[in-house]
């Protein structure tokens, strides 16, 4: 096995199984010595005052992690995750089990959980450096030849055709079902959380909703690429910064997956795979966008790139 292979291994089966063996296995081993429910939130002072139920708490520190590991092994089937990806699955990882940890720690031996140990100003400093060791074994990962694939491949320059007078307009859209089933997952946990934690999924939910859909409109200013089925937030490229734009066919695992993704020499608004626009910006890193009948759409602008002289005739 090449060095590849192995880190592609690693990557995707072997440290995501240890992270689900640190979440799952010491609460198991010491369950004979932990109250239920534990103590799972403290306060400023360093004293419990917040419960979960022993199960409870392993599902949803449990459950939170095979989400995510789900998402690796989505990208592990097209090739190895980029390191942006792994970078921000390890780091959630690394947060998640050394939480578990800090959690059956000091809890062990409490008969009840407002006896559990206080917390520690240390142990707050502990668990974020797990999450960012981790998140730093991520990147690493997936650095190096065949880990990052490029996205550079020069796509079709097409026409629409449009005559002199006839006015250069288009709009067109893309939409994906796998951010509402997320953000209704992420929301579904709510009722299974403590009341003070209640507000953890919404934050999160609301931002994997604005991959739901993506709205383009091409005319003489330029281009205006929408977010969400609402069209917002919008990025804009005006028509005198670009050079011409291409229809290419997306793959997420080029771009370290789906959403907005920032990588170099490129920008994508990426809602699903298949076909899309890459709009070429002259000095600047170019955008692709997934969107439905991208020939139309970067045909118009090519033709009124045309016209102003910006883009040789086919």
Not at 24 to 35: F, K, S, T
Not at 108 to 129: H, K, M
């Amino acid at each position: 096995m090449d060095l590849v292979g192995a880190r592609r291994l690693a990557a995707v089966w072997g440290i995501p199984s240890v992270v689900l063996l640190v979440i799952v296995a010491p609460p198991l081993v010491l369950i004979g010595r932990l109250p239920d429910p534990l103590a799972v939130h403290w306060g400023t002072g360093g004293a419990p005052d917040g419960s979960m139920g022993f199960w409870s708490s392993l599902a949803f520190l449990g459950g939170f992690w095979l989400i995510a590991w789900l998402g690796v092994l989505v990208a592990g089937h097209h090739g190895v995750p980029s390191s942006p990806a792994l970078a921000v699955v390890y780091f959630l990882g690394g947060l998640l089990a050394a939480v578990q940890i800090g959690i059956v720690d000091r809890n062990l031996n409490a008969t009840d959980w407002t006896e559990a140990g206080e917390l520690e100003w240390w142990g707050v400093a502990l668990v974020i450096a797990a999450a960012l060791a981790a998140g730093v074994a991520g990147w690493y990962l997936g650095t190096g030849a065949g880990f990052m694939r490029t996205a550079t491949a020069p796509g079709t320059i097409p026409s629409a055709g449009l005559g002199d007078g006839e006015p250069g307009e288009w709009a067109g859209s893309a939409a994906a079902r796998w951010p509402v089933v997320l953000a209704v997952g992420m929301l579904g946990a709510i009722p299974f959380l403590p009341a003070e934690w209640r507000w953890l999924p919404v934050v999160p939910a609301l931002l994997v909703g604005l991959f739901t859909a993506v709205t383009v409109t091409v005319d003489g200013w330029g281009v205006a690429v929408g977010l969400g089925w609402l069209g917002w937030p919008r990025r804009r490229l005006r028509l005198d910064e670009l050079d011409r734009a291409e229809v290419v066919d997306v793959k997420p695992i080029a771009y370290g997956g789906w959403g907005y993704r920032i990588r170099p020499g490129s920008t994508a608004v990426i809602v699903r795979s298949g076909p899309g626009i890459r709009f070429v910006r002259h000095g600047q890193r170019d955008f692709v966008v997934t969107v439905d009948d991208p020939a139309r759409g970067a045909g118009v602008l090519n033709d009124l790139l045309r016209r102003e002289g910006r883009l040789e005739e086919a």
